[in-house]
């Protein structure tokens, strides 16, 4: 499989986001095709944590594309986000959902999910470098139909829940969410 370059991620988040419907994610032996990103684009943007300013937490955010980040939420949860964009500016997208590949059964419409199934810790992953070995993503075999909704659970980012910052594969039964923001195959 054919990785994806440091290049790819050093553009605006918006525009990963899009681009990496229908990439695959790769973790030892394990691999799943995304189905669903979400775009948080700097400190501007509400919903995004840098919103708040630099902190231990958002470190990793502005530093170089390509790199996980990892955060824990409602005491439950991992969440993956691929650092995107210039060094020093903030900016993430969120792996929502994917599709299990290899005959693997397991459920990954949810980020929590996802990073379960996979073994996505905050702990051990954030900052992880996703252009080397352990932990990357790939180039999709088959071409994705991308629709554009507003994000899911960020009602305390005021106007910035509505921003349609959310990709999903609208081919795809894994993507979450209410059954109104989801693709046709659901």
Known sequence: ???????????EAAEV??????????????RARIV?????VGEHDLACHAAKGRTNRTEVMYGPAGHAYVYFIYGMYD???IVTGKTGVAQAVLIRAAEPLDDWDVDL??????????GITVRKDNGLDLTGEVMFLARGEK???VRLTPRIGVAYARHWQHEPL????????????????RGRGN
């Open 143 to 145: 071409p994705a139909r």
């Open 17 to 30: 986001a899009h681009d990496l419907i229908g990439t695959i994610l790769v973790r030892g032996k394990r």
């Open 109 to 118: 419409s949810g980020p929590g999910k996802l990073c379960r199934a996979f």
């Open 79 to 81: 969440m993956l986000n």
């Open 166 to 181: 959310r990709f999903i594969d609208v081919d795809s039964k894994h993507v979450s969410g209410p059954k109104k923001l």
């Open 1 to 11: 499989m054919k990785k994806l370059p440091r290049r790819f991620y050093a553009r």
């Open 36 to 40: 669903e990103t979400e775009a948080y």
